[in-house]
């Protein structure tokens, strides 16, 4: 890098969503308290300037020039990518989508490439890009296969006391009926593998603890219930621990997210989207962050949705929380510096 600051990619999100408010509060906090960070916003620079003059706010932007250093005083710049149609806030429009996918992926290369420290990214409208016909199940499987990467794990980080909840996922976002078949013993050994990594490399936790969920009520009661728990990732986790990994498990999800076992644990593995996530987002939403572990750069995100109706509202808009945001960008921060 051509500066002492960590360079950050901030990606819009979904043009009609709430991601172009919180990046407008994120420019303005910036620009009165600065990030220790030289903060680069990709997308429609316009789009983010009169998002910001719709909250009240008058941003301070330069374009962003690759080969210059970071603007004096705490300025963000930004990396153009033109929409193809004018934003209407809450109307999510299809036009926009190819877009929004060019803006996702020259960020995502952009990290690889090293030319930034971290990415962190606004949500997305996944409606919107598979209503123009995208195939796109989420930043975390669009950022693996951008990188060329054959398994990533989205881990959820939040809670509130002395002991951070962290929640990975073996699967993320497949339907319901989908999940037991992609429950396999590879899948589970990977994620471990994965989680295992990231909290050394990232968290810095030499011997991280891992607990692992079961994927049927009481983790299968013996089989009576199940017999994934007994033929599949019991099986895993035996061979996570001759590897030399701490895992226990496979638990009952019902009990896994107790006080005490978060306080014995640095990360609760869950089978499956709506296993674990309910738990940490009803313990820190707003305030959680998404983090994609296993890809060559840091990644976070906030932990929250696009919120059309928050943002179709100016004055409701004016009001949003930008704190899980912050968090993201924080985190964000403090990982690429422990890299």
């Not at 706010?57 to 963000?76: E, H, M």
């Not at 013996?222 to 033929?231: A, M, W």
Request: proline share 8%; glycine share 10%; aromatic share 4%.
């Amino acid at each position: 890098m051509n500066t002492p600051l960590p360079a950050v990619a901030i990606t819009l999100g979904e043009p009609a969503g709430i991601g172009p408010e919180l990046c407008a509060m994120i420019a303005d906090r910036h620009g009165r308290t600065p990030f220790p960070a030289r903060l680069v916003f990709v997308g429609d620079g316009d789009l983010l300037l009169q998002r910001g003059r719709r909250i009240g706010l008058a941003l301070r932007l330069a374009d962003y020039d690759p080969a210059s250093f970071a603007p004096a005083g705490g300025a963000c710049e930004v990396w153009r990518h033109p929409l193809a149609a004018p934003a209407v806030p809450g109307r999510p429009d299809t036009t926009n989508a190819y877009s929004t996918i060019a803006m996702l992926g020259a960020a995502a290369d952009a990290c690889a490439a090293g030319r930034f420290d971290a990415l962190v990214t606004a949500p997305v409208q996944k409606s919107a890009l598979a209503g123009a016909g995208i195939p796109f199940s989420g930043h975390t499987e669009f950022f693996a296969r951008r990188a060329g990467v054959a398994r990533v794990v989205m881990m959820l980080v939040g809670g509130a006391g002395p002991h951070p909840l962290r929640v990975a996922l073996v699967t993320t976002h497949l339907p319901l009926s989908a999940v037991p078949a992609a429950i396999t013993r590879d899948a589970v050994a990977e994620t471990l593998d994965i989680v295992a990594a990231g909290l050394k490399s990232r968290f810095g936790i030499d011997a991280p603890r891992l607990a692992v969920c079961g994927l049927n009520p009481h983790a299968g009661e013996d089989g009576h219930l199940g017999r994934e728990e007994i033929d599949v990732i019991a099986p895993a986790i035996a061979d996570a621990r001759q590897r030399g990994l701490r895992v226990v498990g496979p638990l009952p999800a019902d009990t896994a997210f107790l006080p005490d076992r978060i306080a014995a644990s640095d990360a609760i593995v869950a089978m499956y989207h709506d296993q674990g996530l309910p738990v940490l987002k009803a313990l820190s939403f707003g305030g959680g962050v998404n983090v994609t572990l296993g890809l060559p750069y840091v990644r976070t995100s906030v932990d929250h949705g696009t919120a059309l109706d928050l943002a179709a509202d100016a004055r409701r808009a004016k009001t949003a929380d930008p704190g899980s945001f912050v968090a993201a960008l924080l985190l964000a921060l403090r990982l690429a510096s422990a890299r």
